[in-house]
């Protein structure tokens, strides 16, 4: 599952698994050896079964004993972290209350107009071009720019965020991806300690749940996973099949833009995460035609559930039983966000760019390899160039209002009137900067991203 095979045509690959059955033995990497769930059925059974399958990877038996050697490329996104993916039981619904009440206080209305000022701010980085990579120029800094404003993030944090994520998902230095990641996020806990503002970070740590500085920086590996990589993605496939689909093209040119049943056929056939969702069977056990051992690790692929033959229906406009978001205690959180920024994000592009086209057919774009995402390498349209704001507009764009170009990251009220879960005190989880914390001296908090997009 980790060479190009996989990446160039997964559907080829799924098809070839089924002839196990809705099981299959895979290799995740070399010497990882793990079963592939890939009936939608036996994936519902996994991921609902917390008493037969459990999520903590401490009883990988490969991995404790040495037989996975720590710096695998796959280690760093299946090793045990103490948060809420990893986590069973009581101490799983601990960790996950702190992140539900937390991304609870965010504000919709909110989110949605700094993803259309965050767009705004990109298109006019490149319209005046006629060419761009949607790639490397839109998809992949949108979800930084959100992640940097909901959780307070300095820019150059979050650059060094975003490389270590990006370097875990491909495999390619993983160890050392870790590394970064875990560094950045220390710095990042350490710094809301001490200023806590309005923003994801600061209210986890004031939940009841009382984390520790240990638990603060897993939560956060759990939700920059889930908020940079995946949301990329989706905005990318996305945009690739309504840009190469007949069935989306067609209604682009007669002024429709059907984004909601593109993203509804990308969860189903193209999840971001095609597969995850690892399990370790408590005990040994017959599965699918299959001996599964205790402590073996169980991937559930989201991708080929979906596309089960099985399934009775094709319809999938407005269908939201796919398992992209996973399913069961440890289903995703965050869905609903995840799936408002990525429709703003494609709305956008696409009422600012209306005639947008691929450069390349569709079937010679090029996808990175790697067993867990579903990730193009490129994504280059070209359009009618249009004039470019006059200069210094697009920084304007993002900086006019006071509550983001305070130093203090995050300070913009996400929720002003937040309205936590019946199990979160208001008082507990609310995070009022104190006066001896006010910056001396005010400066853009997305300065070194400008320089970024502007090749510097």
């Known amino acids: ?21 809705p099981a299959s033995p895979v290799l995740l990497a070399p010497g990882v050896d793990a079963t592939l769930v890939t009936g939608y059925q036996e994936a519902l059974s996994v991921l609902r079964s917390p008493e037969t399958f459990a999520k903590d990877p401490r009883r990988w038996r490969a991995l404790a004993d040495g037989r996975v050697p720590m710096d695998s490329p796959v280690v760093p996104m299946m090793m045990y972290r103490p948060n809420c993916l990893f986590a069973d039981g009581e101490e799983h619904r601990r960790l996950r209350q702190a992140v539900t009440d937390s991304l609870e206080r965010i504000d919709p209305n909110a989110l949605r107009g700094y993803v259309e000022e965050s767009a705004d701010t990109l298109i006019d980085t490149f319209c005046a071009r006629g060419e761009a990579d949607l790639l490397n120029d839109y998809a992949r800094i949108i979800p930084l720019l959100v992640f940097n404003q909901l959780f307070g993030c300095p820019p150059a944090l979050g650059d060094q965020l975003v490389a270590g994520m990006s370097g875990i998902f491909d495999g390619v230095d993983a160890e050392k991806a870790n590394a970064l990641l875990t560094q950045t996020l220390i710095e990042l806990v350490t ?68 984004v909601d049943d593109a993203l509804d056929e990308v969860l189903w056939a193209d999840p971001p995460m095609a597969n995850y969702a690892v399990h370790y069977p408590v005990h040994d056990l017959d599965f699918s035609g299959l001996r ?107 900086s006019s209002a006071p509550a983001k170009t305070d130093e203090t990251p995050g300070e913009m009220p996400w929720n002003a ?3 936590p879960s019946p199990s979160t005190s208001r008082a507990a989880t609310s995070t009022p900067r104190e006066p001896n914390s006010a910056p001396t001296g005010r400066r853009r908090w997305w300065s070194s991203l400008a320089g970024w997009w502007r090749g510097r």
């Open 1 to 21: 599952m980790y060479g190009p095979d996989l990446a160039a045509d997964p559907a080829a690959a799924y098809e070839e698994m089924r002839r196990f059955g």
């Open 191 to 258: 710094l809301k300690r001490a200023k806590p503002a309005a923003d994801v970070t600061s209210w986890l740590m004031a939940h009841p749940a009382e984390l520790s500085d240990e638990e603060m920086i897993h939560q956060l590996v759990v939700l920059m996973g889930a908020g940079t990589e995946p949301e990329q993605n989706l905005i990318a496939n996305g945009l690739r099949l309504l840009l190469s689909d007949d069935r989306f093209a067609g209604n682009l040119a007669g002024g429709s833009l059907p």
């Open 292 to 398: 599964l051992r205790a402590g073996e690790p169980v991937v559930v692929s989201f991708a080929a559930a979906n596309t089960d033959p099985s399934l009775s229906s094709d319809q999938r406009a407005g269908n939201r039983a796919h398992l992209a978001w996973s399913a069961g205690p440890h289903a995703c959180p965050a869905q609903s966000s995840a799936r408002l920024i990525a429709s703003v994000a494609v709305e956008k592009l696409l009422d600012r760019l209306p005639d947008l086209e691929l450069t390349r057919p569709v079937d010679e774009l090029e996808w990175r390899p790697g067993p867990f995402h579903r990730a193009l390498s490129a994504l280059p349209v070209r359009f009618p160039a249009v004039a470019a704001p006059p200069a210094g507009a697009a920084t304007a764009a993002v």
């Open 417 to 419: 009137s937040p309205a």
